[in-house]
């Protein structure tokens, strides 16, 4: 969208509501076509009509959602009785097709195209020049196989882009003085990361935890877009011992609930693997033996939890091993595999900055890692 952001002065914020905006269109070809059928002599035409969109309302309140569905539905009855062409342009590697090909009313995907860079946006509209002359003058609308779907559910259903639950979790313990400003740094590197890329901000969910004798939720598993602060007044303190076993607890609870909110949703939010993301020293520490008892007990059921969702693809966990002195093995545990590549080792600003790039592009790539079940080998380049 970047090609008419600066003539357009676009803002990129809010839902987006596809079954509304296209209700405006119709109303517009509708004028239109009463001046073209009172016209002397009448005026033959043909409607076209591209829609660029990612195909993802990112709305889920029931009272709007309905009303969508309301909307698309009555769109889909007027394109097919008017036998109205549509072009589905798909922005972005997360575009809902599916959904934009059901708009095209078309079994195929003739009418449906997907763009994930400018370079593909100038090839389509240079296709698109290539063939105006046959799009404008072809007269095949009486030959289209309509299908206008009347589920509302189902459509709804389709019109839902996928969630990338994600936790950050830190260990602030006494053992991690001299990292603060490095780690604070990052954080605020990696918000401005996912900001900037539009497809990822509207997956991602983001939470970060801190933890050494307490453990901090400094915000909230929630879309990144509606988080005020995007890491900027996060506290980096470095102080007491490293509660890991229940600090990780923690954090799958989170996820946990997150992902049974996505579940009881109506419609139902579908959602890739989750990744914890953990940098720690891999020392689990504890200030008593009563606190001692339950950190050993939760990190116990930690490593269970984690090994057995990592297994059956659940769940994904990359470790920073921090310091010279980390645990490695208990670091390696974590991940849930018995190989290291998921596990970075981090001793200096250099070494933490190329952590932050390896997330950077593990969160870019997570879709099709997931969906294709890539080996995060072939990322290894960036933590060499």
Known sequence: MQLFEQELNFCYEGASFIGSALQEM????????????????????????????DGNINCYNADIVRKENEALQLTQQYICENHIEVVSVGIGRLCNYNFLKELTGLNSDRHVKRVNSIVDLKDFVNQLEAESDMIITRNDFQSKKWHVQKNMHTICSLNTSKRIPIIFLIDTSKSMSGYEDLIKTSICKLYDFILDDRTVSNAVELSVLTFNNDIFVHEQLCEIKRQEKRGRSIHIECTGTSLIGLALNAAIQQLEERIKTYTQNIPKVRYYVPIIFIISHGKSEYPNDNTGKQEEEALVSAKAFIKKKV????????????????????????????????LIKIDTEIS?????????????????????????DMFSSYIQ
């Open 26 to 53: 119709t109303c517009l070809v509708e004028e239109r076509t009463v001046e073209y059928k009172n016209h002397v002599p009448r005026i033959r035409y043909s409607t076209i009509v591209f829609l660029l969109s």
């Open 352 to 376: 933490l900055n190329k952590f932050l790039d390896y997330t950077k592009v593990i969160i870019h790539n997570w879709p099709q890692i997931c969906r294709h079940h890539l080996d995060l």
């Open 311 to 342: 297994s059956e693809n659940r769940l994904g966990i990359i470790s920073g091993a921090i310091g010279n002195c980390c645990n490695l093995s208990l670091m390696r545990e974590l991940t849930g595999i018995d190989t290291d590549n998921r």
